[in-house]
Structure formats: structure tokens, C-alpha cells
């Protein structure tokens, strides 16, 4: 994978991707949204890629949209909004904002490793892991009312009232507040807070723990936990696990995982048949 706002690289099964625009406090310019759009929606089609760990370059996470990137603003931004982009506008929300959707529909889980500021669709794109695991520095906002936009975008008023529950996530959508690591934690928005220096090592211990899990059911496993957060009823969400059970154990990997740990005591070896 050669992209120019991106690098990756695959260890071990764990990809890891990194938002390289340090300069710019990883701001999302329009090839950075092109690339991201054009690697998650490769991951169905790279399963040898088992886990993701998403991380940034230099002291931000990413600070949100690049305007100075954006088609229609390369002449700048003071004389208001340019005519040309009005009819070209929607369109470009719809490619940002197509990346948190297809980082929900990737097969593999994505653990976001966040430094500093996560603001604006940095803030949707963190929301959209799966797992967010934050440094001490980490802090996150919504980040559009400071442009006169609405505080509903990149997804972060669908995934928000889901983590924290609708009365917080009202509050620092409304008021654009800055949601610090440790408020952070202690809402629910981030599974740990570390110091920015182990930010990389917990972030792989924690793949490393996904990775004791056989492929196929850590798919299933993302697909009808996200399925299944949305389900019209009880009736819909047991019907869901029960097709992925029975999926999981037609497997060979699902044979493998039960000699290994309970006839022959040892780590299974998973082939991903």
C-alpha cells in the first residue's frame, strides 16, 4: 500500500496505519480523506490483515478537515464561501464521511491509538474504531460549530450518544466543549488511558490478545456486536448470533480452538479455513 498522507505497515497480522501529516497536526486534506476511504474499503479483500491499530505522526491525532486542501478553496477561505464549490459540496461530504462507514463494515477490528487532539472528523474517525485507546495527552471535540456547521458530522452524531449515553453527548455536541483523557475514560469514550510513551506497546498487547482469537470468529464477532447495536429487538439480535455460531463452528479453526484448549493445553494454530 503507497500512499503519500498514510504510511503502513503489516506485523505479525496487526496493520498498522498512521496518519502522516505532522506538519498539519494530521488535518485531513483531500487526499489524506481519498487514501483513507481507498485502504478501509480494501481491508475485505486483505484478510491477512487481522487487526488494525490506527495512530498519528507527531503530537495530534488529526485536527479535522483541511480547508486549505479542500476542492474549491484553493484560492482561500476570505471571501466566504465559493460559488463553485455549492454544487460540489455534497459530494464531498460524502466521501468524508464514507470513512467511518466503511471502517463499521471492515472485517477487521480497529483499535485507534489516540495522542492529543483528536477534533472535527479526526474526532468521527477515532469514534469509528472499535476500540479507542488514548495517551494522556489525548483530548477530543466535536469541532464544526466553531465553523458555523452543524455538531452532526463524520458520524459523531450517530456513534457519541451510543458511547456516552444522550445527555452527554447533547452536552459537548451543543456546547463544543473538549473532552479530556480522563473524562474521557471515566465516561466511557476510551477502553484505557495510558502515558503517550506506551501508547504503541498497549496498543499491540491489545491486538496481540485479539490475535488469540480465530479470524473468522473475530469477524463475526465485529460484525454482529455493530449489527447488533442497532437490532430492532431481542428476537432480531438472537437470531443474528445464532446464524454466526453455527457459521463460526463449521470452521476448521473452531475444531482447532477446542483440541487446543481443552484436549491438548496448548495455543491453537489457526489457519483461517
Same mark, same amino acid.
Given at each position: 500500500m503507497d500512499y503519500k498522507n498514510l504510511k503502513f505497515e503489516l506485523r505479525d497480522h496487526i496493520g498498522w496505519l498512521t496518519l502522516n501529516r505532522p506538519e498539519q497536526h494530521n488535518a485531513l486534506s483531500w487526499d489524506m480523506i481519498l487514501e483513507l476511504r481507498d485502504f478501509f474499503g480494501s481491508l475485505e479483500d486483505n484478510l491477512d490483515i487481522r487487526v488494525v491499530i490506527i495512530r498519528s505522526e507527531g503530537r495530534h491525532f488529526s485536527v479535522g478537515l483541511d480547508l486549505t486542501s479542500t476542492p474549491g478553496f484553493e484560492d482561500g477561505i &476570505?471571501? #466566504?464561501?465559493? &460559488?463553485?464549490?455549492?454544487? %460540489? #459540496?455534497?459530494?464531498?461530504?460524502?466521501?468524508? &464521511?464514507?470513512i467511518p462507514n %466503511?471502517? %463499521?463494515?471492515a472485517p477487521q477490528p480497529i483499535i485507534c491509538a489516540i495522542r492529543g487532539a483528536a477534533i472535527g472528523g479526526g474526532f468521527g474517525i477515532a469514534l469509528a474504531g472499535d476500540i479507542r485507546l488514548a495517551g494522556e495527552s489525548a483530548r477530543f471535540n466535536v469541532g464544526a460549530p466553531r465553523l458555523g456547521m452543524g455538531a452532526g458530522d463524520v458520524a459523531i452524531s450517530y456513534f457519541l450518544p451510543r458511547l456516552i449515553g444522550v445527555s452527554r453527548a447533547s452536552l459537548y455536541m451543543f456546547t463544543n466543549r473538549f473532552i479530556n483523557a480522563t473524562t474521557a475514560e471515566q465516561i466511557g469514550l476510551v477502553a484505557q488511558v495510558v502515558s503517550d510513551e506506551n501508547l504503541d506497546e498497549t496498543a499491540e498487547d491489545v491486538a496481540r490478545e485479539l490475535l488469540k482469537v480465530s479470524p473468522f470468529s473475530l469477524r463475526m464477532t465485529k460484525e454482529v456486536f455493530n449489527a447488533n447495536i442497532d437490532a430492532g429487538s431481542l428476537l432480531d439480535a438472537t437470531k443474528l448470533e445464532n446464524r454466526t455460531q453455527i457459521l463460526c463452528a463449521f470452521t476448521g479453526d473452531s475444531l482447532e480452538a477446542i483440541k487446543a484448549a481443552f484436549l491438548d493445553k496448548r495455543d491453537p494454530l489457526y489457519t483461517d479455513e
Open positions: &476570505s471571501e #466566504g464561501l465559493p &460559488s463553485r464549490l455549492r454544487p %460540489r #459540496g455534497f459530494m464531498i461530504q460524502r466521501k468524508l &464521511s464514507d %466503511r471502517m %463499521r463494515h
